[in-house]
Structure formats: C-alpha cells, structure tokens
C-alpha cells in the first residue's frame, strides 16, 4: 500500500456536511472521494484558512483536534480539494492523535 499511496496525492477534502479531512486520495469522482490514512480536521489551530493549511500546515499543533487516521474513507458532496505541500503533509501527520 506504500508503494501505491506515494503516487497519490495528499490532499485536504472539504466536504458539505461530512466535515475536512486530510488523506491520500485514491479516487475522484463527481461530488465523491475515496480517500487513504484519512485524519479529520475537527478543528485547528495557527492557520488562517483551508488555503494556508494545505500549504503550511498548522503553527499551534498541539491546541489542534485531529482524531486517529482511518485507512479509507468515501465520503460525499465534496466542495473543495486542496493538494497540499510536502511541508504541510508531514505538519499536520506530527499533530498529536486528539482523543477524549
């Protein structure tokens, strides 16, 4: 799977009701994504925006609330993809596991 994810791209999703995630996306279609070691962006913390996060990830990690990754999610009603920089993919992967 590796090997296959390394030709993905690392994306942020946002989606009408489902929320923001940040994953690999395995496939697009229409108003739907399947997605790989998704992590849901319930809130975050030292980014201004979607924008800014896909390109410098997070300045505050640790006030940040990003649940376990999944390893594939289809979510629906998709509004917005964003690919992200390299640096923003290993930030938001070094954001602590929120949990309560």
């Given at each position: 799977?590796?090997?296959?994810?390394?030709?993905?791209?690392?994306?942020?999703?946002?989606?009408?009701?489902?929320?923001?995630?940040?994953?690999?996306?395995e496939?697009?279609?229409g108003?739907?994504?399947?997605?790989?070691?998704?992590?849901?962006?319930?809130?975050?913390?030292?980014?201004?925006?979607?924008?800014?996060?896909?390109?410098?990830?997070?300045?505050?990690?640790?006030?940040?609330?990003?649940?376990?990754?999944?390893?594939?999610?289809?979510?629906?009603?998709?509004?917005?993809?964003?690919?992200?920089?390299?640096?923003?993919?290993?930030?938001?992967?070094?954001?602590?596991?929120?949990?309560?």
């Open positions: 799977m590796e090997k296959e994810k390394s030709k993905m791209p690392y994306v942020i999703v946002r989606t009408e009701s489902a929320g923001v995630f940040a994953a690999y996306l496939k697009r279609e108003k739907e994504a399947v997605m790989r070691d998704a992590r849901r962006l319930w809130y975050w913390a030292g980014a201004a925006s979607l924008s800014q996060l896909a390109v410098e990830g997070v300045k505050k990690p640790f006030e940040c609330k990003f649940p376990c990754v999944v390893d594939k999610i289809t979510v629906t009603e998709v509004i917005e993809v964003l690919e992200c920089t390299e640096v923003a993919r290993l930030n938001i992967a070094a954001v602590p596991v929120w949990e309560v």
